[in-house]
C-alpha cells in the first residue's frame, strides 16, 4: 500500500434539499478520492451532513415535525444523492451521530480545563440565518448586508473561546506553508482577515433559545454553537478500525466557509488542541445560474441535480462539473452547455470511439483483438501509443485542476477518432493485402479503449466500468499506471458494444 489520504467535504445543513452545489463538491472530492484509490493509497473519504443548529430546529417546526426526524428523513435525501452519483465515500457524517457528541463534548472540555474557554455577558447585535453574534464593522454603507438576514439586538451570558492568542502562530503558518490553501489568491484573502485582531468566538447557544444542539459538558443549561460542532466531525471520524488519519491531506470547501470557519476557527481550535492542521484547504467557487448564485434561499436560481442524474445518467453531471469548473473560480450551468458535453464530449467523442472499435472488431475480426506483436508501425501508429496525455493527467490532478486532467484524458480520445478517420479501417477490411496493417490498427483501438477505461474511471466511474464490461475486463477500480501503453488485449475476446451515451431527443430539464 502507497500510504494513505484522508480527504474531507464540508457537511452540508439539512434545512433543505441537496442542490447542485452541493452535489458538485461532493463529486469533486470523489474524483480527488478515486485518483489516490487508483494511487494505491488507503482513502479515508469523508462528507455528510450538519444537522444542528437554529436553521434546522426552525425548518422542522415549519413541517411540524421533531427536528430528529426532520434531520433523518433529509439526510437520506443527501445520502441518496450521493449514491446516485457514486460518492463512495468511506463514512457519511452525521452530526447527530452519538459518538461525534461525544468527542465534541470531549473537545469542550480540554478546552475549557484548559482555560481557553470563558464566561461572560454579552449585548450586541445577532445575525439569525448566519448565527452568530455581528458587530458594526460587519455593516456595509451602515446596513447590514443581505446575508446576515435578520439582526436582532439581544443580551445574553455565553461561553466564549479566545481566538486572539493564536493570531500570530496563524499567521506564521499561513506564511511558511504557502501551499497550505489552494488557490493562492484565496490565501491573501485571509491573510487580510487576519491583519486585524481578533474577537472571541461565542461557542454557546443557551437552551432557552435553541435546543437542537449537542449540550456543553460543563453546562447543561447551553448548546454548541453549531461551526464548533460541524467543525469536529473532520476528526470524529478520522479513525478506522483504531487507525487514525490524522492531520487530513485535503479539506475541501466553498469560498464562503473559507472565512473565517476553515481558515480561522478551525486552525486555532486545532493549534489549542495541539493537533496538526489539514495539508491542504482546496476552496472553490460557486455555480451560478446565469449569473445568480445557485443557492437555496434563491428558488429561481436553484438547480436539482436528480433530474439531470436520472435523465441523462450520474456520468454526465460528473463530466460536466468537472469539465466546465475551474477550480476556485465559478462557472455558470447552462442547459445548453450541459446538453453539448452531453452530446458532442461524451456521445461523439468518447462514445462513438468506444463503439466503433468494438463494433470493428466485431466485425472484421470476429471479436477477438487481434495481435500484432512484430508488425510495422508508422508515426500516426505512434501516437496513440504515446504516454504524454496519462503524465498531463496525472500532472493536471496533482495541481487540482480535474478540468485539465479531462482535457488531457480527452486528448487521447481525440487522438483515437482521427486515427479511426485515417486509418479508415473499413477500407483496409476490404483489402486482403492490408490484414497486418488491419490487425495494428483495431489492436491499438482496442488498446487506446482499454487505457481510457482506467483514465476516467476517476471522474466517470459507471462509464468506466462499462467500457470494461463491453471489452470483458475485470470491472476495476485499476492502477493509474494501467493507463498506460502496453499491447495487453492480444487475442482477448470481446463482448458487444452498447451506447454509452444514448442520444435524447427532448430538451433537458429547465434550469430555471
Ligand atoms: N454546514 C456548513 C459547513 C460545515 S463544514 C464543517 C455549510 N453548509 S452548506 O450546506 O451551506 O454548504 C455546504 C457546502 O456547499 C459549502 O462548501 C458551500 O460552499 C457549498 N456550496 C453551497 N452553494 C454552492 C454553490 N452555489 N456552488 C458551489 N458550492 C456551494 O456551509
Redesign the pocket.
Known sequence: MAGSYFLT?????VNSAP????A??KVLADFFSRHEKSLERDVLFLTGV?EHGQKVQQSAQREGVEPQLFADQMSAHFQRLHESLGVASTHFVRTTDDHHKKIVREWLQRLHDKGEIFFQEYSGFYSVRQEQFVTEKDKVDGQWPEIFGEVIETKEPNYYFKLEPYRQQLLKYIEENPEWIVPAFRRKELLGALAEPLGDLCISRPKSRLTWGIPLPFNEDYVTYV?FD??V??YSFASVKGKLFWPPDLQI?????LIP?HGVYWPIMLFALELELPKHLLV?????NSGA???KSNAKSLIDPVPYVEKFGPDALRYFVLREMVLGQDADFSDDRFETRYKTDLGNDLGNLVNRTLAMIGRYREGVVPNYDGFHLVESDNGLRSDIYVDEYRAAVEQFAPHLALQAAWKLVQCGNQYVEETAPWKLAKDPAQAKRLDVVLGLLAETVRRLSVLVQAALPFTSEKIRAQLQLFPGPVRIEEALFGNSLKGHAIGKPEPLFPRLEEKPPAAS
Not at 442542490?19 to 452541493?22: F, N, T
Not at 472553490?284 to 451560478?288: E, L, P, S, V, Y
Open positions: 467535504t464540508a457537511i452540508d445543513y442542490h447542485l452545489g452541493h458538485y463538491e450538519d461551526w460541524a467543525l466531525n473532520y470547501i466553498g469560498k464562503d466557509i470557519a472553490h467557487g460557486f455555480w451560478t448564485k445557485i443557492s
